[in-house]
């Protein structure tokens, strides 16, 4: 919301030489966040100029400029920066005619941008100040609008002061307007009204309600009649509560708009249209209370309705949209039953003020939110209206909204207000909220007196009297977010400021902390990160092709996905991941690894879910309602995922690069494994979903049982887009992992005893794999084989067709003696028999 501080000041005593900073914390102190500062940066002198004569001047490259000769002060007056009353300047723009008033910035002056101004030489010329157009004064994103051409002529926009006036305060200038977010709670602040109340609580400085200042009529007797009918209210809430006409008749369409609303408008981040339309959003802005505005001779039988659309039903929106309406749209109708307009959202083109329109019918209206809301996303049509109408507006602003959008029409367009008007009002008033006696304390910790809670929530509008248990507070028609005594609470201590709440350290409970499969978690995570990995939260749903690339199976379907193409919740982490990697190399980012700890969900086949009945809202769950909840829900067990690409070093002085490839796969599952205390390898009997059929395989943990917990390896080549060069992944389950890891960790003594080295290179068929070798070496060399490490795999000249040759080091130990040469390399033999009984190896000569 965008608040112009003078337009403020009207309805809060504003301190004289109020910045908009200070506004800024004043508001920040009672919950809004601060965003930025529009206008406010334009200094002058900037006057009000007139042309006396212009010489055309054709340059060499085409273009034209005007020498002109300008009077910018009264005749025997000195001009407003001390010069002289008559400059020369050069302009550029074409619509300047002898006998206009522009505005002229004069040497000293500073433009938006900032853009200051000098006298300088242009064009063989000493230009002694600028012609401004719109654009440049900061009045218009484009000229065009308010002077067609590029200089701003005083005359199109209805102004002929004298020469020499400050244009600053002419224009409307001198004005900035401060912005801040406003929550979706807190709809009522979505005006001027709001924030001039929201800045008194503040600061305790004094509130004029604008609402007050008009006296609306009491009767319903308008020309206009109104039927409201709704069929098919949403979640049993009518859609329209409130809903009010007024007729203005014999405006004038041509009456231009006065420059103080245009400028206001402005400031808000409101483009000025035409006068009626104009006062509409000028009342908005103020009251909070969105208004339209119809031409009474465009309404069919001179009456309106209030329905739901029917299926398919056609409209023609003010943006020239023609549009098919859905049965949940709640429309405007006129007397012969025509849709004329989206409630709350937009107007219809057949009713709409144009050009030649002298009667108006103002219509001031109260609709459902979420009615409004649907209807906004439904037809991708957010407006003004639906922002404030889906957080709520007051529903008891309408009258007086309605009123001052006559009073301004009356008096700045010539029109003539019938004096009844059509009030149609079913709005329900705001429910009491007992605040009991401590419980700001309770809730906060801050202790505030009763009279500190009392003045705090009359500031922002509410009615409070003592009751037995504590204060009755009644919220008023502006807060229907006021339900309960939290609410309230929130309330009075956003007003005596948040200061007051204590800062003070939960004491953690004794003997708890983090459970062991937390602990194991975050042991994960720091240890990925600690070796360069960079953790990443992906979108957890992925398309069908996605799935069945990398995990085939049952899958649950989204009903109402934000991404039609991806409805499937995920079996895998790697679809996201490698999302995540192709937008990194996207971003010139080639060389990345990432990891993920996440769920995923496994349906089981032909099982059914979400049938479990939910506990209602606002109760406490029945026994068993949450656990028949849990059981309700497909298996959800927690993985972790790591997806490496790019290069592994990078290229270097004597150094080429290394590509990643399936060693890196390998890397990430022995740390994973590392971090848990469990120990894991890679089997090659299956080949996993979406991987390389030879550089891949499952995790599987080396203690007994054996559990595959996994996949790792090479991801097939080509298999993600614009991601060239191999790519090492790893998937495993963490939930199955943590089941096989051992309870504690075991500490082996760090042995006082010399160890024994020896290698071992043994030929196999290519086909064999060398973990499976490495297995049963150490298997037959036995306890006292300390480490085991592949070092060498050879192919080629001295080897017969189809083998390799496998060389491991040896490490032994003995933990009670030295050990022999002897004993070590029987050791070794024996290790080497058993890889000859399983793989058929022999030793390499």
């Known amino acids: 919301m965008r608040i112009p501080v003078g337009w403020l000041a009207e309805y809060a005593d504003l301190p004289a030489g109020t910045t908009p900073e200070a506004l ?30 212009t010489t055309p001047e054709p340059q060499k490259n085409g273009k034209t400029i005007r020498w002109c000769s300008v009077r910018v002060a009264p005749e025997g007056e000195r001009a407003a920066d001390g010069g002289e009353p008559v400059r020369g300047i050069v302009c550029g723009a074409g619509n300047l005619h002898v006998g206009d008033k522009v505005v002229v910035t004069l040497p000293g002056a500073v433009l938006p941008g900032p853009f200051p101004i000098a006298a300088r030489k242009t064009y063989g010329h000493v230009s002694d100040g600028m012609i401004a157009s719109a654009r440049e004064l900061g009045l218009s994103d484009d000229s065009a609008p308010l002077s067609a051409g590029g200089i701003l002529r ?7 002061p004298e020469v020499g006036t400050d244009a600053v305060a002419l224009l409307g200038l001198d004005d900035a307007a401060v912005e801040v977010n406003v929550t979706p709670d807190r709809g009522y602040a979505l005006s001027i009204r709001g924030i001039a109340r929201e800045y008194g609580a503040s600061t305790g400085a004094a509130f004029r309600d604008p609402a007050l200042a008009v006296t609306p009529p009491t009767t319903d007797d308008g020309a206009v009649r109104v039927t409201v009918a709704d069929g098919a209210p949403i979640r049993g809430r009518t859609g329209c509560s409130v809903f009010v006409t007024r007729v203005v008749r014999g405006v004038d369409p041509a009456a231009p708009v006065p420059r103080w609303m245009s400028s206001r408008l402005r400031l808000a981040g409101v483009r000025s249209i035409s006068l009626a339309v104009d006062v509409t959003n000028y009342v908005m802005l103020e009251l909070g209370q969105p208004l339209h505005g119809y031409d009474l001779a465009r309404i069919g039988g001179g009456a309106l309705g209030v ?18 309406l859905d049965a949940e749209d709640l429309v405007i109708t006129d007397g012969a039953g025509a849709v004329i307009g989206l409630a709350g959202v937009m107007g219809g083109e057949a009713t709409e003020i144009t050009a030649s329109t002298t009667d108006v019918v103002i219509e001031a209206a109260n609709f459902d ?51 009844g008007q059509t009030w149609f009002d079913e709005s329900e008033p705001p429910s009491p909220v007992l605040l009991p006696t401590g419980a700001v304390l309770r809730r906060t910790g801050a202790e505030v007196t009763d009279a500190e809670a009392v003045s705090a929530l009359e500031a922002i509008g509410c009615t409070v009297e003592s009751a037995e248990e504590g204060l009755l507070v009644v919220p008023p028609t502006w807060r229907r977010d006021l339900l309960e005594s939290a609410d309230v609470v929130e309330e009075v201590v956003r007003i005596v400021g948040y200061d007051r709440i204590p800062s003070v350290l939960p004491v953690a409970p004794p003997g708890r902390g983090l459970t062991r499969e937390q602990r194991l978690r975050r042991s994960l995570g720091t240890v990925l990160a600690a070796v360069g990995g960079f953790e990443v939260q992906s979108y957890p749903l992925v398309s069908a092709e996605q799935q069945s690339a990398y995990a085939p199976g049952p899958s649950m379907r989204v009903a109402n996905p934000l991404d039609a193409t991806a409805p499937l919740l995920r079996r895998s982490l790697l679809p996201g991941l490698l999302d995540a990697a192709r937008r990194n190399r996207s971003r010139g980012l080639a060389d990345v690894a990432l990891f993920e700890l996440g769920s995923v969900f496994l349906p089981v086949e032909g099982a059914s879910y ?44 004597g150094q080429a690069a290394e590509p990643v490839d399936w060693r890196d ?8 494994g ?37 996949a790792a390896g090479e991801l097939l080549p080509g298999s993600v887009a614009d991601v060239p060069g191999r790519i090492a992944a790893v998937e495993v389950d963490l939930d199955a992992l943590l089941g096989a890891a051992p309870a504690g960790i075991d500490f082996t003594p760090i042995s006082t005893m ?42 080629g000249a001295g080897l017969p067709d189809g083998t390799r040759s496998l060389t491991f080091a040896l490490r032994f130990r003995a933990a009670d003696r030295t050990l022999t040469a002897a004993e070590a390399t029987a050791a070794k033999q024996a290790g080497a028999a058993v890889a000859a009984e399983r793989w058929g190896a022999r030793l390499r000569e």
């Open 24 to 53: 800024h914390a004043a508001l920040v102190r009672v919950g809004f966040e601060e965003e930025t500062v529009h206008g406010g940066d334009l200094s002058g002198p900037v006057v009000v100029g007139e042309v006396l004569e």
């Open 154 to 160: 005083l005359t199109e926009i209805g102004l002929d």
């Open 307 to 324: 329905r739901r659309a029917k299926p398919g039903e056609p409209l023609v929106t003010l943006d020239g949209q023609r549009r098919a």
């Open 369 to 419: 939110p979420v009615s409004v809301g649907r209807t906004a996303r439904r037809h991708k049509l957010p407006s003004e209206a639906s922002r404030r109408f889906e957080r709520g507006v007051d529903p008891g602003v309408a009258r007086a909204a309605a009123q001052r959008a006559v009073d301004l029409l009356v008096e700045l367009a010539g029109g003539t207000a019938d004096p």
């Open 610 to 653: 979400g049938t479990a009945e939910l506990p209602p809202v606002g109760a406490r769950p029945a026994p068993g309602a949450l656990t028949r909840i849990r059981e309700d829900l497909p298996p959800q067990p927690a993985h972790v995922a790591v997806v490496v690409t790019g290069d592994r070093l990078p290229k270097g002085p």
């Open 665 to 672: 796969a390998i890397d990430a599952v022995r740390r994973i």
């Open 674 to 710: 590392a971090a848990v205390g469990a120990e894991l390898r890679v089997r090659q009997d299956v080949v996993p979903a979406g991987f390389h059929p030879t550089r891949s395989g499952e995790v599987v943990t080396v203690s007994e049982p054996e559990v595959v917990v996994g």
């Open 754 to 795: 010399p160890a024994a080295t020896q290698d071992v290179s043994l030929v196999v068929a290519e086909a064999v794999p060398a973990d499976g070798v490495r297995e049963a070496v150490a298997a037959g060399a036995g306890a006292l084989l300390e480490a085991i490490d592949l070092v060498d795999d050879y192919r």
